[in-house]
Structure formats: C-alpha cells, structure tokens
C-alpha cells in the first residue's frame, strides 16, 4: 500500500523516501561527462515532482518506460524552493501491485451533486428540441459514465478524473449569470453550447493509468468528434431544425475563440462569443487555483512559471499577509522565469549525488 504522496513532501524534507509513483514523462540526457542521467516527471493523485537519476543509469534505462509504475528509493530535498528527488534504486511494478486510485489526481467534489446540478439546469430550457439534444446525451449510460469521469485536458485545466463534469458546471453557472446580464442571449442555446463544447473529451482522452491521448483522439481532436456525436443524437429527435443544428454545430467549432489556438472558425454570434470568452476565463481560474495549490509549501510570494499561462504568478494572500524583503521587490518578472526555468543542477562527478546509505532518516519502513 502506498503510504508517501507527493503532498506530504514537506513534512519529508532531506529525507530518503521510499514510495511508488507514476511515470508522467521520461527523459535520458547527457551529463556534463557525455554518460546519461535520466530526467522524470513523476506524479501520483496529490500532484507531480521531478526526479533525477545520476548513477546507476544504465541498468535502469530499459526497465521502464512513461505510463508504468515505478517504486523509487531517494532523497527528497529542494532546490530553489522546489521539491525534487534524487534516486538511488527504483524498480518497475506489475499491475497486481498498483491501487490505480493512487495515482490519479480526481475532483474533492461529489460527482453525483455536480450530476444533479447539470440535469436541474437542463430542466430549465424552454426549448424543447434542445432539451432533448442534452437529455438524449444524459440518458446515454456509456456517455453519462464517461462524462462524470473523464478530466477536461491532459495538463491544461480541470486535468483530474471529473474534471469535464467539474468545468461545465463551473461553466453553466457563469452562463446563467451572464444571460441575467445580457437578456438578447438564447440561454438554451448558451447551455447547450456548454454542455457539448468538451464532450469528445470522453474518447479524445485516456485516463486509466494516466492522462494521455487516444489514437482518435490524436488524429481527429475532440471537435471532430462531437460532430459526430451530436449528428448521431440529432438523428435521433424528430424534425429537429437544420437552423437550430447549424447554430450548435458552430457552437463546437468555434469555441476556441482563435485560430491559432485551433479554432475552424471564430465566433460569429453572441451565444458564441460568450461560450468562448467564459471557456477560456474558467479554464485559467483553474489553471491558476492548481498552481497554487502544487506550489502550497513554497515560501515566496511568486510561483514558477506557469507553461499554460506563459508566466509566474504572484499569490496575493501570500502577498498581502507578508512585506517581501526590500530586495526580492526589485527582482523582476525576467529574472522570475529564468528561475523557475531552471532545472535541478546536474552534480560534478567528483561528488556524486548523496547514497541513500549516507542519509539516517527514513519515511516509512517500505522496502524498494
């Protein structure tokens, strides 16, 4: 059983950890000798941590590759307020060892309240071909399961299991308060948007191991495949208006707001528009609050950069609790990003990385 999640770093600084994780992502690199270290990113339901291993390489190169599990034997320290960890021994783990809700990041929310909070919005529309669009997805049991569970990206935003569920609801309240203020929004029409916008997420994504993407979904993304989906529903309901299709169909393809961020087109109506610019708002509200939360323990009042975001961001309660010394008020955003860019330094071969023999602390009796 896993006993050491990637939250509990702080009360484990300096100490040799034994635990098991995830590989989200594996590099081999050069050192500074031409001999290779391996760089990973590994992860388990509390968050991701990067990870080095100096010595020992080559026996560890081929034993494992990005997905598997791994249980690892190193030292946990930090390195400009960043916690990583040093390997001495690690080994790959079958899959009759593994608890795969270990290591999974899933929403702290009750999937079935976000569930009934969606239908009691649906059962609002005053547009009955649209209410049935969105209850026809509802009542499907394969898509309904997958909707309560799928994460809404792979990294980006709302990336844990009921991620999808957890967005739309986010969105479809900020939809409503929006119709509140412009009346000439079709509301149904806005929901419906919503509603459908990611729903190709559930075959775009795979998120049983870890999160990644389906060979469909790599080839086609999700658009292409809510197209699909919502032809094979609109088929189902009667003289459904081609109009009304059309409007839902633009709704999908539109709502990346830009072509550079993979948008067929730009939005061309109000209810459009508005699913764009709320999407996008939602999505950075929660890239924002998970930066905060992985960064909880570091003790400055500016995180590392944000890749999704394109910079650094400063925590204001942090800020406003606590003056920052006069000369960390001087440092400016540059040199913030050129920090958080830095990786942890690779040891000189004279000194290698400290043995997990050199370090008497301990957390937890597991065994490698």
């Not at 509990?8 to 290779?36: L, M, Y």
């Not at 009955?128 to 026809?136: G, H, Q, S």
């Not at 998970?290 to 323990?297: K, S, T, Y």
């Not at 920052?324 to 040891?347: I, K, L, Y």
Request: aromatic share 8%; glycine share 6%; hydrophobic share 40%.
């Amino acid at each position: 059983m896993k006993v050491f999640f990637l939250a509990d770093c702080a009360r484990h600084e300096n100490k040799v950890i034994t635990s098991s994780f995830v590989v989200v992502s594996k590099q081999v690199k050069p050192k500074k000798t031409g001999e290779p270290y391996l760089a990973l990113t590994l992860g388990d339901r509390t968050g991701q941590l990067e990870a080095k291993m100096w010595d020992n390489v080559e026996d560890a190169l081929d034993a494992f590759e990005q997905d598997d599990f791994i249980k690892i034997k190193g030292l946990l320290n930090k390195y400009k307020n960043r916690f990583q960890i040093t390997i001495h021994k690690l080994r790959r783990l079958g899959d009759s060892e593994v608890d795969f809700a270990d290591y999974l990041p899933k929403t702290t929310k009750d999937i079935g309240e976000l569930w009934q909070t969606l239908a009691g919005f649906v059962a609002t529309f005053q547009d009955p071909r649209l209410k049935a669009l969105v209850e026809a997805f509802m009542s499907d049991p394969d898509i309904a399961e997958a909707y309560r569970t799928a994460p809404a990206a792979k990294t980006l935003h709302h990336a844990y299991i009921g991620g999808l569920l957890d967005h739309v609801v986010s969105l479809f309240r900020s939809c409503d308060l929006m119709c509140r203020n412009y009346p000439q929004i079709n509301r149904d029409l806005l929901l419906t948007g919503a509603f459908l916008h990611d729903i190709g997420k559930i075959h775009e994504l795979a998120y049983n191991r870890s999160f990644s993407y389906t060979t469909r979904g790599q080839l086609l993304g999700h658009m292409v495949i809510e197209l699909e989906m919502v032809h094979a529903k609109i088929a189902q309901i009667p003289n459904f208006p081609s109009e009304l299709k059309t409007l839902v169909e633009h709704l999908i393809i539109s709502h990346h707001g830009q072509y550079e961020f993979g948008s067929p087109k730009l939005p061309m109506f109000p209810e459009a528009l508005v699913l764009h610019y709320l999407d996008d708002l939602d999505s950075k509200m929660e890239s924002m609050r998970a930066h905060f939360e992985r960064e909880v323990c570091s003790e400055g009042v500016w995180t590392g950069y944000n890749p999704s975001l394109a910079r650094p961001l400063l925590n204001t309660t942090k800020f406003l609790e606590k003056k920052p010394p006069a000369a960390a008020e001087g440092v400016s955003v540059e040199a913030s990003e050129t920090q958080a860019a830095a990786t942890m330094p690779e040891p000189e071969s004279s000194e290698p990385a400290p043995s997990a023999d050199s370090m008497a602390a301990t957390a937890g009796p597991e065994k490698i």
